[in-house]
């Protein structure tokens, strides 16, 4: 194949998938696709009822409605195409189609982690200054807030995806993953690609340290404020209304830090096995997550409950 650049948008790519473990393909796409349509309906459901129910016109369900609409489109940006990529022999995608995938998986990634830290920034104003909360977190401060976490992610992701499409790749275009991911796609560049090793550094200090380190220090001060409310009763519904946000936190940061941080192996007989590991880790991450975060907001939640409720009650009452 011809040298592979950005002035040639007819190159493309080859994806390997999981070519080498072809009795798990059939298997993995059942799951998967299983997986993603639960993702749309609960997480559908969620926006659905944070828009429909007056009740839930608030800060919190705002950011939540945000985090169901960004994973819904997190997911789609590659899961159709994996799920594709399991019943095609010759997995192929073309550059701007890669490049745009980069561009939409990593936008949503680093949106997410703003996010999650402004959700924090909610939980502390409601919980450690409650008086101030209306003052604090109105509504154009609240809508500021989402804005700007989907600004940042975008711009973030603009400057990597750029980075990433001008290098030459010298004809090697077989990436060996389940879809574009910038890491994958850098393993192919034939030149020295140090800045791009430290803008995605920065970058992580960036998306991962300071959110994680910000929200770390909130539920410090909020554990210490609930910590002193005198009643059981108190301190219970106090923790209720945080705990589905800081679950889906552990679970989100948690994978994260796995995937990245994850050693590598020396044994050349558990190669194929950390290989497979490689690509199914980050398929955790963008598939388990999503479809997780409508039920845990959803069973800890009684007013998301209600609301559901009243959804359904009314579709069946209108038929």
């Known amino acids: ?39 749309l309906l609960g997480n559908g459901v969620l926006i659905l009822v944070t828009i429909l129910d007056s009740r839930l016109h608030t800060p919190m369900y705002f950011f939540l409605g945000n985090l169901s609409f960004l994973d819904i489109c997190y997911t789609t940006s590659s899961i159709p195409l994996v799920l594709d990529g399991f019943l095609t022999p010759r997995k192929t995608i073309s550059f701007s189609g890669c490049a745009m995938q980069m561009f939409l998986s990593f936008a949503m990634g680093a949106t997410e982690c703003v996010l999650l830290g402004m959700m924090a920034f909610d939980r502390y104003v409601a919980i450690c200054n409650p008086l101030r909360y209306p003052v604090v977190m109105s509504r154009s401060v609240y809508v500021s807030m989402a804005v700007s976490s989907w600004t940042i992610g975008g711009a973030a992701s603009v400057v990597h995806t750029s980075l990433t499409i001008q290098l030459p790749f010298c004809g090697n275009n077989v990436i060996n993953h389940l879809a574009c991911e910038i890491l994958a796609v850098l393993k192919l560049a034939c030149v020295d690609i140090s800045i791009n090793v430290i803008s995605m550094g920065v970058t992580n200090v960036i998306f991962l340290g300071v959110p994680v380190l910000f929200i770390s220090v909130s539920y410090v001060f909020i554990i210490a404020t609930i910590l002193r409310i005198p009643s059981a009763e108190g301190r219970k519904k106090a923790f209720s209304t945080c705990s589905a946000h800081l679950t889906v936190v552990v679970i989100f940061y948690g994978t994260l830090f796995f995937m990245y941080r994850k050693p590598k192996s020396k044994d050349p007989l558990g190669a194929d096995k950390e290989d497979l590991s490689d690509k199914l880790i980050p398929l955790f991450y963008g598939v ?20 559901v409720r009243n959804l359904v009650a009314q579709k069946y009452f209108t038929q």
Do not use: C, Q
């Open 288 to 307: 388990v997550t999503p479809m997780l975060n409508p039920v845990i907001y959803s069973l800890r939640n009684k007013d998301v409950k209600a609301a």
């Open 1 to 39: 194949m011809e040298k592979a650049n950005w002035s040639s948008p007819v190159v493309g790519f080859i994806l390997l998938g999981l070519s080498a473990h072809p009795r798990l393909e059939k298997t993995f796409f059942v799951l998967i696709l299983s997986m993603y349509l639960v993702i």
